[in-house]
């Protein structure tokens, strides 16, 4: 399977934002966005003003979300013509597709500290949904679907530490910590995703 191979924290630096790829690092003081926020490389550290072309801009927003899901050209490709085919907003319906993603749903219930840690899980096959195991980290959940921890694998000290323990999450996800399993409420909303994103840089782009 094809991966990005580039240190994570040299993709936040890269893109002049935390792209939060290594969980709980990227809130402490030893956060690469912390210590050094420059770009990479040998111009790093240099005084002159860095400016873009209006393709330029475009291609940074690009990569941007790319490395903040963890997904490649051919398969976000892919998301953005099937968004072109859908009714709505082109940029809008491209990220909630991408929201839907199943390991993002296991990162956003908090089950995973990170994007990365939580297409882990899903390729190890460690997560289920509707009671069955599901193994492609990029399956589209839908509206009343409930994502668990597979039964054998809930005694596991990492899971267990989600026992008893209060998670923040969007309002389209609803989450059980006793029982290590949770339900899609509603379809995301481009209100559930990060604003910081701006996506119709993404559409332009891919228009030209």
């Given at each position: 399977m094809a ?14 934002c ?10 402490s003081k030893?956060?690469a ?24 801009t475009?291609l ?11 997904i ?16 709505g907003?082109t ?9 839907r ?16 840690q939580?297409?882990q899980?899903?390729n ?16 589209q ?33 609803e ?6 399993s949770?339900?899609?409420v ?8 990060d ?7 993404i ?5 030209r």
């Amino acid at each position: 399977m094809a991966r990005t191979i580039e240190p994570d924290c040299r993709q936040c630096r890269r893109e002049g934002c935390k792209l939060f790829l290594k969980g709980e690092r990227c809130t402490s003081k030893k956060c690469a966005m912390e210590r050094r926020p420059v770009i990479p490389g040998q111009h790093g550290n240099s005084k002159r003003r860095v400016t873009f072309s209006e393709y330029g801009t475009q291609l940074r927003e690009k990569q941007k979300v790319k490395r903040m899901y963890g997904i490649l050209e051919n398969q976000f490709r892919m998301y953005y013509e099937k968004a072109k085919r859908m009714e709505g907003a082109t940029g809008a319906v491209m990220l909630t597709l991408i929201e839907r993603r199943l390991d993002n749903v296991v990162y956003r219930m908090g089950i995973a500290v990170s994007r990365k840690q939580a297409r882990q899980m899903v390729n190890h096959g460690l997560i289920t949904v509707n009671g069955r195991r599901v193994d492609i980290p990029s399956y589209q959940v839908k509206a009343g679907d409930v994502i668990a921890i597979k039964e054998n694998k809930q005694d596991n000290v990492a899971f267990k530490e989600l026992r008893g323990s209060k998670i923040v999450m969007p309002k389209w996800l609803e989450f059980d910590s006793n029982t290590l399993s949770g339900k899609i409420v509603a379809l995301p909303s481009r209100e559930d995703i990060d604003s910081d994103i701006k996506e119709q840089l993404i559409v332009e782009m891919y228009s030209r």
